[in-house]
């Protein structure tokens, strides 16, 4: 699980906060969709969580440990996917895989399984001798999924991990996040796909301008005052438009 509390950062310069006074509260056993409009502070958040930026102000804390006071407990318990996974180009994937299995402590057998499973899982089996360099985006994003998931971290989470998956990936994808939860793990992902969001989240949060706008299953947002019957692509745009109306133009 994950709970933010009044967390605010501003970068160096900047004249506005990239995330101000924050507080979430994400459960076991739940997929979250964080949404909002480029530069809203989803990537930010996403760093102050996993500790890759720290908080000007509030706390976070990861399954009970406190990102900032017991990084290392926080990290053991979770994994993170990037917007642009950053891996060794001069590395295989399968060096690089148990470099991470390494890193995490993954004994043997279990490692031997559980690659297994995944590279195959993400036709990566035959492209794992290559190397990194060698693969494509998509190859790319399905070696940093395997990497995160090879603990098999109680949380997951993710920045935009849709992006640049096949079809077939992104479905296999979907049904591991289903199933990692329905074990009492939980999900907390960025994304710009709505459909996405709207089939695979227990609850979905809203930011705009680094706060927090909405938050809520999907009935809920649906339900909200002045937005009831809303699809979450108009109740998006309706929440996130300053001061502009949109039409439902069915
Ligand atoms: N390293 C940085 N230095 C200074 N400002 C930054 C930095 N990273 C992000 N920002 C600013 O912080 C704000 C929030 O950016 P952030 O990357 O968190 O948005 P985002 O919601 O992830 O957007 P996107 O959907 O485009 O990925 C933006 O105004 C952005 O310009
Ligand atoms: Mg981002």
Known sequence: ??????????????????VENLDLHVRPGEIFGFLGPNGAGKTTTIKMIVGLLAADKGRVLVNGHDIASDPIAAKRSMGFVPDK???????????????????????????????????????LTEAAGDLIQSFSRGMQQKLALTSALLHEPSLFILDEPMVGLDPKSSHQFKEIMRQHTRQGNTVFFSTHVLEVAEQLCHRVGIINQGRLIASGTMDELRTSPGHAGSSLEKLFLELTDEGGSYEDQE
């Open 85 to 123: 996974p950053d891996l060794y180009p001069r590395l295989t994937g399968l060096e690089y895989l148990n470099l991470i299995g390494d890193v995490y402590g993954v004994d043997g057998p279990t490692r031997t399984k559980r690659l297994q499973h995944y590279l195959e899982m993400f036709q």
């Open 1 to 18: 699980m994950i709970r933010i509390q009044g967390v605010s950062k501003r970068y160096k310069g900047a004249a506005n906060f990239a």
